[in-house]
């Protein structure tokens, strides 16, 4: 029987034998691993551990928190304050970030994440999941600033996610590909189950929100209006809708069999540039799936390429299956 390499092993290996990791962003991820896999049971105990509900509470960006995204959250910063790997951590729960105490060293990698992913779904037990995105603090001066997180995706060091569904599943690059862990919960280890996870360049399968479609621009009603045209239309072939309202589990059935999510800007709030966020969301599946194959733009330019004005700020995110992708940005440039 062919030997379970568990996520520890795979990120020693990732930084012996190939050298792609330094030992404390090695110790960084496991760290992260382990927060999710305290994130996971608490998820998976549901009304019996008394956290689904609404917190008395509302985030940065004005949401109504629920109970577990903010039990997550304390999860990951609890997990990663003391280890020495970091220097400061921002999440989607918290409006300024988190400077590791001087109680503990600090180290050079800065900490994003979005620790409960797709909130609406929590109560009524479909998939949700946790983002992050790992950059390096820049070493040209002391001390940690808000600035310092303000860097474009592609400087991203390693960035991943995992998904509370069926089973547990940590999804991760470090710029080598992507590879999946699923959580052995016997073992209580992330077991690795597929390496370079590749995203077909066609596909038949679209995400959106379709209940926003009179507030689309152009471009992607035309791309939207083709696929729903189906053998007849200009795209001669028919095509399947997904809608999880988690961008982790459409992200996840992308990476696994293909297809193209899609929250674009809309007219509703037409100064908001979309709904989901830049740094924590759209930058580390962006990332995840151009190293799957795939591309992610924002209809004009690479997500990657974008150069972040806040920390939460907010961004149009169109990505998944290369030619697919391709052709909605070159709606938008037409
Ligand atoms: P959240 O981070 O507050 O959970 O919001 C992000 C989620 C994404 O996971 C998902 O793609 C989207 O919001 C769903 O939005 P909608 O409910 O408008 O379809
Ligand atoms: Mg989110």
Redesign the pocket.
């Known amino acids: 029987m062919a030997q379970k390499i568990s996520l520890t092993r795979y990120l020693v290996e990732q930084q012996r034998v190939d050298g792609l990791i330094p030992s404390q962003l090695r110790l960084l991820l496991e760290v992260v691993a382990r927060a999710c896999k305290s994130i996971s049971q608490a998820v998976n105990k549901g009304a019996l551990g008394g956290v689904l509900g609404t917190a008395d509470s509302e985030n940065v960006q004005g949401?109504v928190q629920k109970k577990l995204d903010i039990i997550a959250n304390e999860v990951l910063i609890e997990a990663n304050e003391w280890g020495g790997h970091l220097a400061a951590m921002a999440s989607?729960e918290m409006e300024g970030i988190y400077v590791v105490p001087n109680r503990y060293p600090q180290g050079e990698y800065l900490l994003l994440f979005?620790p409960?992913?797709?909130?609406?779904n929590i109560d009524v037990n479909v998939s949700i999941g946790t983002i992050f995105s790992v950059l390096k603090k820049p070493d040209d001066h002391p001390g940690v600033t808000e600035q310092d997180f303000l860097q474009a995706g592609r400087q991203q060091v390693a960035a991943g996610y995992c998904i509370y569904g069926p089973q547990t599943t940590l999804v991760l690059t470090v710029g080598d590909g992507v590879a999946m862990f699923t959580l052995d919960r016997e073992q209580g280890s992330f077991v690795l189950v597929q390496e370079h996870v590749t995203i077909p360049a066609d596909t038949r399968e679209f995400a959106i929100?379709m209940?926003?479609m009179r507030h689309w621009d152009t471009p992607v009603r035309r791309y939207i209006d083709e696929c729903l045209a189906g053998k007849e239309g200009p795209r001669g072939k028919d095509f399947n809708m997904r809608?999880?309202?988690?961008?982790?589990a459409?992200v996840h059935r992308i990476l696994t069999r293909g297809g193209i999510f899609m929250?674009p800007w809309d007219k509703r709030e037409p100064d908001k540039p979309g709904?989901?966020?830049l740094m924590y969301?759209a930058n580390p599946m962006g990332w995840l799936v151009e190293q799957a194959g795939g591309a992610a733009t924002n209809g004009r330019q690479r997500i990657l390429d974008i150069q972040p004005g806040k920390l939460h700020e907010r961004v149009s995110v169109i990505l998944g299956s290369k030619n697919e992708v391709e052709r909605v940005t070159g709606y938008h440039q037409g």
């Open positions: 949401e989607e979005d409960l992913d797709g909130s609406s929100n209940s926003n809608w999880i309202a988690s961008m982790v459409d929250y709904k989901l966020r969301e």
